[in-house]
């Protein structure tokens, strides 16, 4: 019973393959074999596990935001593969990803996590043990309303260096996470926080994007 797990929002495709919480296979160990393709990264990673196809039973994917031609190509394979083998698509934000992961390496601290968009603007996300919210715009005018209450917090992403240079925040205690993205390996090791959200046919994974993006509180 495999878990595939599938990140689409960072630099570079990842796909991680795994089995009880415990991976069984990184992508990042094939990059060195020049190709970047999901479907070449599926079978080396079956491959280099001993592992049949017809052993997946769920899927996690990043749906973003991010890049959204790569977050739409990674979510697109997702779909395909579900289809293909019947099983169902579990979906996971980048901005949660980023939020575990920071949160868990400096003590539970709310995360504020940034990703890079067009004309200035941003997809900006706080988490504090769950993410509470995504929004879109600049930094300047959604982060301090953000971290009002907060005294101190973490910032991951594309404007860490930014986001501590606000003015509005010169009373805070901000942390650099050193952290531009969520490390894909979360989706396998804490995999069953993800599982719950699950896609069956027809309804397939949709990406987070400026126009599908819904605040949530």
Request: contains cysteine; hydrophobic residues 40%; proline residues 3%.
């Amino acid at each position: 019973m495999l878990t595939v797990a599938i990140s689409t929002s960072s630099g570079q495709f990842a796909l991680v393959i795994g089995e009880n919480n415990r991976i069984l296979s990184d992508s990042t160990e094939y990059l060195e074999q020049g190709s970047q393709e999901l479907d070449d990264f599926l079978s080396w990673g079956l491959q280099n596990c001993n592992r049949d196809v017809k052993e997946i039973t769920h899927i996690i994917v990043d749906i973003g935001p991010g890049g959204t031609s790569r977050v739409r190509t990674g979510i697109a394979f997702a779909n395909g593969l579900a289809y293909s083998l019947g099983i169902p698509v579990c979906t996971v934000s980048s901005m949660e990803l980023a939020g575990i992961d920071a949160g868990t390496k400096f003590d539970g601290l709310p995360v504020i996590n940034s990703i890079k968009s067009i004309k200035g603007n941003a997809y900006i996300g706080l988490y504090h043990q769950s993410l509470l919210s995504i929004h879109y715009g600049t930094i300047h005018e959604i982060v301090p309303q953000l971290v009002m209450d907060l005294e101190r917090f973490v910032v991951v992403g594309f404007h860490r260096e930014a986001i501590k240079q606000l003015p509005a925040l010169c009373d805070k205690t901000i942390i650099d996470s050193g952290l531009s993205f969520g490390n894909a390996r979360i989706m396998i090791e804490k995999s069953d926080l993800f599982i719950r959200n699950m896609h069956h046919f027809p309804v397939f994974a949709q990406p987070i994007t400026e126009k599908t993006l819904i605040n949530t509180t």
